[in-house]
């Protein structure tokens, strides 16, 4: 799960992590605890912090991304996410993965901002798999945009380094997929000098009936913000 970031005024870009672009900070600085994991980095006058806990209650982890604008000028950025959903064993992904992704469809849900990946059962069981991904804004008022299908995405001879999407609108098409991925996009404005945080939210059920109750479950900045002090004093009990 990725998160780029691209300042509207300059059009710099950078990744909340170092992967996928690569782009070397002026600092950056990787925490592994406990109770969560910590990565941090500077570009200029903006510093990235971003931080992951499992949830305890659901198969489903957070991403805290705090944006801090030390310049003297309020800042919009441009937040796109990026997803590759795997819902098969681990050795069907890497031995057939392109096979595998032919039995995955995704949805956009309105309600929620949330895009859906379905991978359909191949099996007697007939149960299918889950996933979903949401960014979560406080406050936002601008609609979210989506993206599902890797090659609009990525772009021809391009890579996840250097995808075209940041350079374009999304299709906001979801559906039917050869090669599906689940992409967000929203902006966010950073006054001057002050911290602002998204919430990216990554879940994985059996029916579409979980992840409903995932998403209804998870529906505010409190309930986000509860899941890292509960991590934490887990942590400190044990």
């Known amino acids: 799960v990725f998160l780029f970031a691209k300042d509207l005024d300059t059009n710099y870009v950078w990744s909340n992590t170092y992967a996928p672009m690569n782009k070397k900070p002026d600092k950056y600085e990787v925490v592994f605890a406990a109770d969560k994991i910590k990565y941090i980095r500077k570009d ?124 374009e609108k999304l299709t906001n098409y979801a559906g039917d997929n050869l090669d599906p991925v689940l992409a967000l996009r929203n902006e966010i404005v950073v006054p001057a000098n002050e911290q602002v945080s998204v919430y990216l939210f990554v879940g994985f059920g059996r029916s579409k009936e979980q992840i409903g109750e995932m998403l209804k479950h998870y529906n505010n900045k409190n309930v986000l913000e509860r899941e890292f002090d509960i991590s934490t004093l887990m942590n400190v009990i044990e």
């Open 44 to 167: 200029g006058k903006v510093s990235t912090k971003t931080e992951i806990v499992v949830c305890k209650n659901y198969h489903a982890e957070i991403r805290k991304i705090s944006f801090k604008n030390e310049s003297d000028q309020d800042k919009t950025f441009e937040l796109t996410s990026y997803t590759e959903p795997i819902l098969s064993e681990n050795m069907d992904d890497v031995s057939h993965k392109v096979f595998n992704n032919m039995f995955i469809s995704t949805e956009f849900d309105a309600k929620t901002n949330s895009l859906i990946a379905k991978r359909k059962s191949r099996g007697d069981s007939n149960v299918n798999s889950y996933m979903v991904t949401r960014m979560i804004i406080p406050e936002s008022e601008t609609p979210f945009t989506y993206e599902t299908e890797r090659a609009s995405f990525i772009g021809r001879n391009n890579s996840i380094t250097n995808p075209k999407a940041l350079n």
